[in-house]
């Protein structure tokens, strides 16, 4: 089975400064690794995706994150913080196309003026 | 650009009444999922379903639960006797366009929920 951990349900950092969000996944099979935005009120977007191809995948918003097999980890990064990023994110791993997203608990974050 | 619409936003229900969400998924794809959120916990995978059939479940997804694709266009989760315990938000997703090069596409595209306030 699959299942991701995320450290730290909350992150607050200053407008400006980077982002870096944790990700530690498990996984039997080559995972396929995906980050998602909450904005308050609203649905799940999806910000970026890892599916066995390019280990540093960039997304939407100026977010990247790196998949490192030796680590269990896919970290979620952004060089600098904008108050428009303040959500929570959601880590999620999924066995293969199609399947069930198994998600984190996710990180809440907080931008700071 | 297409979208997951989901209908109500908001339903309240008395505990034991029968009620049922709906989805209208992107409408090329082909894999369609409902999942839940209760208030402040992580989201859960419920249900999966392709070809007109249930291709995976969760625990959570038990006799009470039901999914259907009445027509070509919406997807519906039914809950036949609500408990206090189902209160939470319920999120459509679906994925997979027909004709792409890879029928199962792995980004599901998620809906804006429905919360669901069982009283």
């Known amino acids: 089975a699959q299942s991701v951990t995320q450290l730290g349900s909350h992150v607050s950092v200053s407008e400006g400064a980077l982002v870096l969000l944790r990700c530690n996944y498990s996984?039997?099979?080559?995972?396929?690794l995906f980050w998602y935005v909450q904005y308050p009120n609203q649905g799940l977007q999806l910000l970026l995706k890892?599916?066995?191809?390019?280990?540093l995948v960039k997304g939407i918003n100026g977010f990247e994150a790196e998949f490192k097999k030796s680590e269990t980890s896919f970290h979620l990064t952004k060089p600098s913080a904008h108050m428009s990023d303040a959500a929570e994110y959601f880590c999620?791993?999924?066995?293969?196309?199609?399947?069930?997203?198994?998600f984190g608990k996710g990180t809440s974050l907080l931008v700071t003026p | 650009e297409p979208e997951v619409t989901q209908t109500p936003s908001h339903q309240v229900t008395q505990m034991g009444q029968e009620v049922i969400l709906r989805c209208v998924p992107i409408?090329?794809?082909?894999?369609f999922y409902w999942y839940r959120q209760i208030l402040g916990q992580k989201v859960e995978f419920l249900v999966s379903?392709?070809?007109?059939?249930?291709?995976?479940k969760s625990e959570i997804f038990d006799d009470q639960f039901s999914v259907e694709r009445p027509d070509g266009s919406n997807f519906t989760l039914k809950i036949r006797s609500t408990k206090l315990e189902d209160s939470a938000m319920y999120f459509c997703?679906?994925?997979?366009?027909?004709?792409?090069?890879?029928?199962?596409?792995?980004?599901?595209?998620f809906g804006p929920g429905t919360r669901l306030t069982v009283l």
């Open positions: 379903f392709y070809n007109n059939e249930i291709s995976e």
């Open positions: 409408s090329n794809h082909l894999y």
């Open positions: 890892y599916t066995s191809a390019a280990t």
């Open positions: 996984s039997s099979v080559p995972p396929y």
């Open positions: 997703a679906s994925s997979g366009q027909l004709g792409g090069a890879e029928p199962s596409t792995d980004t599901q595209y």
């Open positions: 999620a791993v999924s066995e293969r196309t199609g399947y069930a997203l198994n």
